[in-house]
């Protein structure tokens, strides 16, 4: 069982993410803010930097085929996203130090780059009609603290199973 449980806690989140998308968009002051969980990407960068980046990159091809089957009607976008995205962070994370600050901080900022490269893709096929100011106010921002939050509350927790799992795979279990 213990083999399956990097796998099992990808496949939990990438259900559980539209599950609290249901929470979104927010009203206040009369302002809709919408924010977008990538709690999956999140996973796979930790996962990239505690465990193996060829198996981030494998689940994050697979994982995005699905999110662009079950989410949205363009295959390929999020199956190329998801790799280029744990590719990408496990690339810095051969040049800096794997600390729990590091990791958290580059998943904000690989959070970002997943957005803005989505946001420019559906406005090159005309998917999406708003402009980028409102795109950074109303749906960026809002999806940063939201995942942000979500870094704070389970980074540490990631670092513990996928560190503990790649122990574990170290020694032959």
Request: aromatic content about 20%; charged content about 10%; overall charge neutral.
């Amino acid at each position: 069982m213990i083999r399956f449980i990097i796998p099992l806690i990808a496949v939990i989140l990438f259900f559980l993410e539209p599950i609290f998308s249901l929470f979104s968009p927010i009203e206040i002051t009369g302002d809709l803010y919408v924010f977008v969980p990538r709690f999956l990407m999140i996973y796979l960068i930790f996962i990239a930097a505690y465990y193996n980046s060829r198996r981030a990159i494998l689940y994050g091809f697979i994982l995005g085929l699905l999110y662009d089957m079950y989410h949205i009607d363009i295959i390929g976008l999020y199956t190329f996203m998801y790799p280029l995205i744990c590719y990408v962070s496990a690339w810095i994370l051969r040049q800096i130090e794997r600390q729990i600050l590091t990791v958290m901080i580059l998943s904000v900022v690989m959070i970002v780059l997943l957005e803005l490269l989505s946001f420019f893709f559906a406005s090159i096929i005309a998917l999406t009609s708003i402009e980028f100011n409102e795109f950074l106010t109303s749906r960026l921002i809002p999806t940063m603290i939201a995942n942000s939050l979500f870094i704070v509350m389970f980074g540490w927790i990631f670092k513990q199973i996928t560190e503990k799992r790649f122990f574990q795979k170290q020694a032959g279990f």
